[in-house]
């Protein structure tokens, strides 16, 4: 997934997410939250299956509660198996506020990919760390709050999954990645 975001519109909160490419994507599975802990499924979107296009997808929830609201997605392949976005927070009056971080491409090969950051607050620090699954942190930069995106350097990771995570001051967000 290339973007996941929201905005408030006339007839609720706009939901757009991109995908680079897709394989056996039979859907996705739209869901809110009023604490960004529980969610409930709101909604279906049917996916593309196996493509190296990128596709473009809209949904609107005309449910939506004044005020603050999370979305996620689930992303669920023919076979059963899923995978969950990041979560964004999106103010109904107001608009989208997340705090989201992306490696592209992911899986990354030779560790030649970019970090991509989005709904950073310039006011408050920025940190970028890469841990391995046993929790020991691998990378950690601090990032100019203006910075959106940044080359991951080169390192001695070894192949493997780890969690890319970025802190704005008190907002935290991760994504699994894998090194190959």
């Known amino acids: ?3 996941f975001t929201g ?3 006339s007839a609720g909160v706009d939901l757009k997410w991109v ?3 897709e394989k056996d994507n039979d859907r996705f599975e739209i869901e809110r939250s009023a604490d960004g802990k529980n969610f409930e499924r709101i909604g ?3 996916g593309k299956g196996t493509t190296s296009a990128k596709s473009d997808y809209k949904y609107t929830d005309k449910r939506a509660a004044k005020g603050l609201n999370y979305y996620r997605l689930k992303q669920v392949d023919f076979d059963g198996t899923h995978a969950y976005s990041q979560i964004i927070k999106v103010n109904s009056e107001k608009g989208a506020i997340s705090l989201g971080i ?3 491409p992911n899986p990354c090969s030779d560790q030649d990919c970019s970090v991509l950051l ?3 607050d310039a006011t408050k620090a920025l940190t970028v760390e890469m841990r391995d699954l046993t929790g020991r942190i691998v990378f950690s930069q601090q990032v100019a709050s ?3 995106s940044f080359n991951l350097p080169k390192a001695n990771l070894g192949k493997g999954i780890y969690i890319l995570s970025a802190k704005n001051g008190l907002d ?3 994504q699994k990645v894998i090194i190959q």
């Open 1 to 3: 997934m290339l973007t």
């Open 7 to 9: 905005a408030p519109s």
């Open 19 to 21: 995908t680079a490419s």
């Open 44 to 46: 279906d979107m049917k």
């Open 102 to 104: 992306q490696l592209l």
């Open 118 to 120: 989005q709904g950073v």
């Open 146 to 148: 203006d910075q959106n």
């Open 172 to 174: 935290v967000t991760y």
